[in-house]
Structure formats: C-alpha cells, structure tokens
Nanobody, 120 residues
Framework: QVQLVESGGGLVQPGGSLTLSCVAS????????WDWYRQAPGKQRELVAL???????NYADSVVGRFTISSDDAKKMAVLQLNALKPEDTAVYFC??????????????WGQGTQVTVSS
C-alpha cells in the first residue's frame, strides 16, 4: 500500500508563487518517478511536470520557466515550485509517483489533489 499526500495549495494573486509538496508513504524502497498533473474545471487532466530517477525533468510548454519540480529522496517527497502564476494555472494539482516496493514490485499511485486558485 502506497499513499501520496499533497499540500501547499491555496489562493494567490496573479504573479504570485506557491510551493506544492507531495509525500509518499508505505512499503516503499524508492520512488522511481514523480509527476505533477493538473485538472481545471471542464478540462482534461494534463501533465505539468515530471522528474525521473536519473534527474531528468520535463515540463508542459505552458509552465516552462515558471514551474520547477524537485525531490528529496530521503524524505520520499516531491516539490513543485509555482512562480509567476497566471489565472489559467487555476486547477486541482495532483501528484503521481511510480514507486519500487520493498518486494520488488512497481506501483503507480495518485494523491488526492490540492486546489490552486490564481485570482485578484
């Protein structure tokens, strides 16, 4: 069993910043990959950023230069730093992680989501 818990969402004015965190817990050997997705009302869930175990990152074009994904392997935690926020960034942000379990298996798990609202 793996659980992901996100935190850090909230209401922020355009141009502001937020820091989202996602902590994994359970029978985990290590996290292989971290992803952040978002889903705005009436829209499909979209990939915002990913971080592979080798350290490579990838970002949606709409957030390049504004968002940064990072991780702390010891804490089994990922962070998404959101800067220069725009109203169109308003969405529920979800953390997803591919984890290697202690029994050798691989499991993909989702967090419950955290609301980010960008409005003046």
């Amino acid at each position: 069993q793996v659980q992901l818990v996100e935190s850090g969402g909230g209401l922020v004015q355009p141009g502001g910043s937020l820091t989202l965190s996602c902590v994994a817990s359970g029978d985990i050997l290590r996290v292989v990959r971290w992803d952040w997705y978002r889903q705005a009302p009436g829209k499909q869930r979209e990939l915002v950023a990913l971080l592979a175990s080798a350290g490579s990152t990838n970002y949606a074009d709409s957030v390049v230069g504004r968002f940064t994904i990072s991780s702390d392997d010891a804490k089994k935690m990922a962070v998404l730093q959101l800067n220069a926020l725009k109203p169109e960034d308003t969405a529920v942000y979800f953390c997803n992680a591919d984890v290697r379990l202690n029994n050798g298996g691989i499991l993909s798990s989702w967090g419950q989501g955290t609301q980010v609202t960008v409005s003046s």
